[in-house]
Each structure stands twice: as C-alpha cells, then as structure tokens.
C-alpha cells in the first residue's frame, strides 16, 4: 500500500534517518571519508570483502582454484566491516571507487615484470579475472564461452532486483508497503523460473561444465533453497516451487571449495563456521 501523506519534493535531499537497517552506510557521494590503508598480506592475491552473496562469489573462485592444485592462486582474504565504514577509507576506495565488497589486488606480475599491482572491483570481473588468468571455469570454446559469459552478466544485473529490490522491502525496509514488495516479488520469482527452466535442461547453467556462471549465481538463489536469506522469503516465494534450481543449489553449496568460501569473511553463525580473515588452509581447521 502507497503512503498517502509523501509526496516527493521538486529536488531530492539526503536524509541520514532514512533507509532503514543499511541507512548508515549508504549516501548519495563517492569518494574516501578518511584515511586509513588496506591490510597486506604475503600471497600474490589480496581479496578485500564480506561474506555476503556478492563476497562469497569470488570467494569461490579462489577456493575452487587451489582445490583444482592452482597453488598460484593463494590469497589472503581481509574482512571489510562495511558497518563500520572500512569501505569509505581511502585505502579501499584506491582498489573500488564504488565502495562496494568484494575488491582484490592482483600484485602476481610485479616481481617479475616491474608492472603496477592489477586493481580488480566487482564481483564479476574478479570471476572472469581469475578465471581467465588460469585457464579455468571459462571455456575457451567461442560458443560455450560466450553461454557462460552470458548467463555471469544474467546474474549481475539480477542482483540487485533480488537483493536491493526484494530483500530490502521485504527484510529491511522500515515500513512495509504493498507495491515494491510485489514489484520485486515477482521479479525475483520471474529469475527463479529463468533458472529453473535452463537447469531442466542442463546440469549447470552454460551446459554440462561448471563455471563461473554457476559460481556467481549460487550464492544468490541457494539460500533461498535453504531458507537462510531474508526471514521467511522462502515460504512467502514459494521456492519449492523451483525443483531444478534446488537440485542446482544443493549441488554447487556441497563443493568442498564452496563450503569453505562461504566461511571466509564471515563473523556470524554458527561455531566453526567462520574464518573472519583468511590467510592459509589451515585457517578452516581453526574455526
């Protein structure tokens, strides 16, 4: 249902009591709020992030290298405490202009080349950057590549119907309201059905390989399957509905590389759950 008393003014202003529960950590500029550096640790890869759905994608990426014996791909990953504010320091906002979790720096050329370490933002390119650099989880076949990449940017511009659209007028927002909840309902139902229909058909999104489609996309969809995203979300869409998707999902969050990535920068849950800063695998046996 619409609020009767708001009528939107002529020009737009910021307002710090509005928002609901992320109000403190969204606003209307970019740029750094004070200085402070980035954590560096002693692997070619330093991952930035938060074990959120978006995190957790590119999390898997680096777990899923070093499963498939890509030493080279070891990385530290450093919590990024995003209601603290750590995403608005300059130190981060050096490698994502955006503030916005997961971001990496790529410091594997410099030794050898005298090159400047590779800034790599968004979650997406940070996929596409690892999986590219190591011959891995995207096809080199011009059409199976061109499936994958296809369905990695589905994902990406999905997201935000899902997580800023449905999730935040469903779970956050303030007040309840009628209309953006079903706008975003049915949306998020709408990709459900997307996937579900691809996944009758295949056992993976681009086809019969695992990729980084799959990568990107399970950490969204699977914890609707499982119940653990946005309260009662799963019941009130109906998410047993999409029988090939929980098939999918129950599937990619078994991985032994996805059961750790889903570990790595997380500080809530249950115990042994959590490796807040990631430096080594011995950090999981110590959770």
């Avoid at 020009?11 to 950590?25: C, H, L, P």
């Avoid at 791909?73 to 603290?84: K, L, S, T």
């Avoid at 109906?238 to 750790?260: F, G, K, L, Q, T």
């Amino acid at each position: 249902m619409a609020d009767p008393t708001y009528t939107p003014p002529e020009v737009w202003t910021y307002d710090s009591e509005s928002g609901g529960r992320f109000a403190a950590i969204n606003r209307p500029t970019a740029g750094a709020q004070r200085e402070e550096e980035l954590p560096k640790g002693e692997h070619p890869h330093q991952l930035y992030s938060l074990a959120t759905p978006n995190g957790v994608k590119a999390n898997i990426i680096f777990e899923e290298l070093l499963e498939a014996g890509h030493s080279d791909a070891e990385y530290d990953a450093w919590i990024i405490n995003i209601g603290e504010g750590v995403q608005f320091t300059s130190g981060f906002v050096d490698i994502n202009p955006n503030s916005k979790i997961p971001a990496m720096v790529d410091y594997s050329g410099v030794d050898h080349s005298g090159s400047a370490p590779i800034r790599v933002f968004e979650s997406g390119a940070i996929l596409m950057h690892m999986a590219e650099k190591f011959g891995k989880f995207l096809p080199t076949d011009t059409a199976a590549r061109a499936e994958t990449l296809s369905w990695l940017f589905w994902q990406v511009g999905s997201a935000p119907f899902i997580g800023g659209g449905f999730g935040h007028f469903y779970a956050y927002a303030p007040e309840k309201y009628e209309y953006p909840i079903n706008r975003y309902a049915m949306e998020t139902k709408r990709l459900f059905d997307v996937a579900n229909n691809r996944l009758k058909e295949t056992q993976f999104l681009a086809g019969d390989e695992y990729t980084i489609a799959d990568m990107a996309a399970a950490p969204w969809l699977a914890p609707f399957v499982s119940g653990d995203i946005y309260g009662e979300a799963k019941k009130f869409l109906s998410i047993h509905e999409y029988e090939a998707v929980e098939r999918w999902a129950n599937e990619i969050m078994s991985r032994p590389a996805v059961e750790r990535a889903k570990m790595v920068n997380r500080t809530w849950g249950e115990e042994g759950t959590n490796v807040p800063n990631r430096h080594s695998a011995d950090d999981f046996s110590k959770a």
